[in-house]
């Protein structure tokens, strides 16, 4: 057998320790972390995956989001621990929201989903908050979807792309499932509220999501959307 650094074993064999515990199809689950969103926009902001670094001075009021093309996503993936080293200053990372649609197949889908999860696993048995990013596709596959989350976290979903007459409806069916599986979960969203979301989504606008809050002059509170497109500040969700 070759002689693997520890890069490259970690890179080939994706070992998790033996207490990440492990959900159907061997899916790891993602714990609970105690997660700090009430300042969210205001003493808290996302950033893009891709403008994370390890040399960012406000690192620690950063939440680091991974909507973006796969091809981001897959070297980050195929690197876990230069990624680890480029993200370990900021307060908390999401899983990474592999793409997934309706005429994937089973397999894709497995994947998508595992991987998903596995980086988090990973990024959690090195020290780092984890939110999981949550996706789905048809109710078929709401088993492998919705695997490996604990109820009671923080999740991070998405609006992007699905905002249409064409989308809605599957992205609302999955949405709904979502939260009577997992109902007291707090979720932030990257996007515009659909109507028919709940109002305690703490909704974040992608031109928001790319962690330049310093062009804002002081802080801003933010904003959480009603069920009937109303809005008001602030509080806890």
């Known amino acids: 057998m070759p002689t693997y650094n520890n890069s490259e074993y970690i890179n080939l064999m994706r070992p998790l320790p033996h207490y990440v515990k ?3 199809f061997d899916i790891p689950f993602i714990e609970i972390d105690d997660i700090d969103v009430t300042g969210l926009n205001n003493t808290k902001w996302l950033i893009n995956m891709k403008n994370a670094k390890a040399t960012d001075i406000n690192a620690n009021k950063k ?3 991974s909507f973006c093309y796969d091809d981001v996503l897959l070297r980050a993936y ?3 621990i230069k990624y680890l080293h480029r993200v370990s200053g900021y307060y908390a990372v999401s899983t990474f929201d592999f793409s997934m649609h309706d005429e994937m197949d089973f397999r894709h889908i497995l994947a998508a989903t595992y991987d998903n999860r596995w980086i988090g696993a990973f990024m959690q ?17 709401d088993y492998i ?9 923080t999740f991070m979903i ?12 599957g992205f609302l069916r999955g949405y709904y499932k979502m939260r009577s599986l997992f109902p007291d979960s707090k979720i932030i969203c990257v996007g515009d ?5 709940d109002k305690d ?6 031109k928001d999501s790319f962690g330049n809050w310093e062009q804002y002059p002081g802080f801003w509170q933010m904003r959480l959307i009603t069920a009937d497109g109303s809005s008001y500040c602030g509080g806890d969700v």
């Open 201 to 206: 989504i703490l909704f974040v606008p992608y």
């Open 193 to 197: 509220m659909i109507r028919g979301m």
């Open 125 to 141: 048995s090195n020290g780092k908050r984890v939110i999981p990013t949550v996706g789905w596709v048809t109710e078929q596959y």
């Open 78 to 80: 195929n690197n876990p």
């Open 22 to 24: 492990r959900d159907l």
């Open 158 to 169: 998405s609006t992007l792309g699905v905002n249409n007459q064409e989308c809605e409806p």
């Open 63 to 65: 939440i680091v989001h």
């Open 145 to 153: 979807c919705f695997a490996g989350l604990r109820n009671g976290g």
